[in-house]
């Protein structure tokens, strides 16, 4: 595992590059269990940011991993609801949801299918948004649905605000 570069395991498929991306706020690789995740050299990236920043620099990865809660808030909101809301437009930082939008957004620019991809996220609303949303990259590229009809499709499906008393800590 790395946090600056990928490792290399042979026969690149053409425009491609051959790392591995793991988006994760706080665990590497190894700590996944949950999931097998394939044995290979990681490049870890820990924010948004910094995985928009890794496919700028080093283009499409073969493959990559998504964690959905990459900040503290992120967890505040999921734990005050009980892992079956999340409410992305009352958080700052962006998510692996966001990620997977942009790595959505990346391929279809370039024609490109999306690489394998797999969620490694605890957090299962989350898990489900960043499947759906990856999952109906195909009808993107026929044109059957456009990117802002997919985000209205995910949105549209997630389950009702859970009745709670007050605020989330930390949240407007």
Not at 145 to 169: I, N
Request: aromatic share 12%; charged share 30%.
């Amino acid at each position: 595992m790395t946090d600056t570069t990928g490792g290399s395991n042979g026969s690149e498929r053409a425009g491609e590059t051959s790392y591995h991306l793991f988006l994760d706020d706080e665990r590497n690789p190894a700590d996944v269990t949950w999931v097998r995740l394939p044995g290979v050299e990681w490049t870890v990236v820990r924010s948004f940011r910094a995985f928009v920043e890794c496919l700028e620099t080093k283009g499409l990865p073969r493959y990559i991993s998504f964690d959905h809660d990459l900040a503290a808030e992120h967890y505040i909101m999921a734990e005050r609801y009980g892992f079956t809301f999340f409410d992305y437009d009352r958080v700052r930082e962006k998510t692996g949801y966001d990620a997977a939008k942009v790595l959505s957004s990346y391929c279809l620019r370039r024609q490109r299918p999306l690489p394998e991809w797999q969620t490694h996220t605890m957090n299962p609303q989350g898990k489900r948004n960043i499947q759906e949303y990856l999952l109906n990259y195909g009808k993107l590229l026929s044109g059957a649905l456009s990117e802002s009809e997919l985000d209205q499709r995910v949105r549209a499906r997630k389950p009702e605000k859970p009745s709670v008393e007050g605020d989330p800590a930390g949240l407007p």
